[in-house]
């Protein structure tokens, strides 16, 4: 009899004990903040370039996701959709991407330059614009998840999904966003005062670009050489 | 003799339904129109709209990309347990260059087939180098609130300026600025490019 009531004693003080432990433990936490171990590095490229970055943009989406689990039978070529009461959870990451534009002038090349016969008339023709995501920045503080009883929280590694998403949509946005009219108005801007540092009247220089660009142009614009690790 | 019979019946029976049944399961095993029953959910993001916070002329000529990949470890013990753990990949993508816009009046002069420049000192283009949307998280055990991870992502800048901003790879950017542009002026006519950075 006296071990009936002695179990259930010591398991409640064992409780109580963990519980005051972990209470100090998210404690230290808070005051010391976390302890980072360890770092190692992983990759380091390095790269010699030559681009003149003329236009930045800097694009606040917030990314939202809602997680509704749904009941899919198929029979005999027919699909039915039930919405299950599993309880859902919703997202709301906000996030700010930097985009920037430039002109590649690695390969630049001497028969893209044309002079008037008598010299007084130049006409360069620059290599069409890029533009490339050159930072994000999930702002944590702000983000914001809901969760039902029934379900878990969404994992960094869901959370690093939707994000990687979210910029990728923004991405699909940039012949919206007007950027490489910038890039094109600024590079000249800047590259026809230097011209006329050469010897030429700036009402003599003519900078012209390729075209136009739209939508169709995605993968020809966006530089996807920085968002491989390695070749 | 009729129980027996009636077993035998039985048997032959089940056998029958048991292998039409493997035989339907395997038709819909193969024919998902036939007879399919799951759980989904979509990964998808909804669809919200971009707002430009702001749109910047700038003019900086970078001549160095250093793309660097940190991993950083963050740890929490637990008195009772085991501890949590968090590890994240972040990426970045550190430039070196030089910004037009602060070179000073006169920087670039010709004279006969020569044109002298003197140019900024090479420097970081931008402070704002981390790659968030890529970051992985590579082991995960326990809850991390946002202050945890905007310690490990200033951690993780830290790394990568130790490590990209060395003496060596400056030296290299310069060294590469002055073969850039002296092949560009060459296409402009110029047999010589004096090139002088400011420090």
Not at chain 1, 26 to 35: E, F, G, I, R
Not at chain 2, 113 to 137: G, K, N, Y
Request: charge should be neutral.
């Amino acid at each position: 009899m006296k071990r009936t009531i002695l179990f259930p004693l010591l398991a409640v003080l064992l409780t109580l004990l963990g519980g005051a432990c972990t209470e100090q433990t998210a404690t230290t936490v808070a005051a010391d903040s976390t302890d980072v171990v360890d770092s190692v590095d992983m990759v380091l490229r390095v790269r010699q370039t030559s681009r003149l970055y003329t236009a930045e943009y800097q694009v606040h989406k917030i990314i939202t996701h809602a997680d509704v689990k749904h009941l899919r039978t198929t029979l005999l070529g027919h699909t039915y959709d039930t919405r299950l009461s599993l309880g859902d959870r919703k997202v709301a990451i906000p996030i700010d991407v930097t985009l920037q534009a430039y002109i590649d002038f690695s390969n630049f090349h001497e028969s893209q330059i044309e002079r008037s016969a008598d010299g007084r008339h130049l006409h360069v023709i620059l290599p069409d614009p890029k533009v490339l995501v050159v930072a994000s920045k999930v702002d944590h503080e702000s983000t914001k998840q809901f969760t039902d009883l029934l379900r878990s929280d969404y994992s960094n590694e869901e959370l690093a999904d939707f994000t990687a998403q979210g910029v990728r949509s923004i991405l699909h946005q940039v012949p919206r966003l007007g950027i490489f009219d910038t890039a094109r108005d600024n590079a000249a801007a800047i590259l026809i005062p230097l011209f006329a540092s050469l010897g030429y009247s700036e009402s003599d220089v003519v900078i012209t670009f390729r075209k136009e660009f739209t939508e169709r142009d995605l993968p020809f614009y966006y530089d996807e050489s920085n968002r491989k690790i390695t070749n | 003799m009729k129980t027996n019979k009636n077993l035998f019946l039985w048997i032959v029976l089940t056998s029958v339904l048991l292998v039409l049944a493997a035989l339907l399961l395997r038709k819909c095993n193969e024919d998902r129109n036939l007879l399919a029953v799951e759980v989904v959910s979509s990964n998808a993001i909804d669809l919200t709209p971009a707002q430009i916070r702001s749109i910047q002329r700038i003019g900086r000529w970078e001549f160095l990309t250093i793309t660097d990949e940190e991993l950083v470890d963050t740890i929490r013990h637990r008195t009772l347990g085991r501890d949590d753990r968090l590890v994240r990949i972040y990426h970045g993508t550190l430039r070196l260059g030089i910004d037009l816009s602060e070179c000073q009046e006169g920087w670039i002069f010709t004279h006969g087939d020569t044109v002298f420049l003197t140019l900024p000192p090479v420097h970081l283009l931008s402070d704002q180098f981390i790659d968030e949307a890529r970051t992985r998280a590579f082991y995960e055990k326990g809850t991390w609130d946002a202050r945890a991870k905007e310690q490990m992502y200033q951690k993780a800048a830290r790394q990568m300026k130790r490590r990209s901003l060395t003496p060596a790879n400056f030296r290299q950017a310069e060294d590469n600025a002055r073969r850039q542009l002296t092949t560009l002026f060459h296409s402009f006519g110029f047999n010589h490019t004096e090139i002088r950075f400011n420090k």
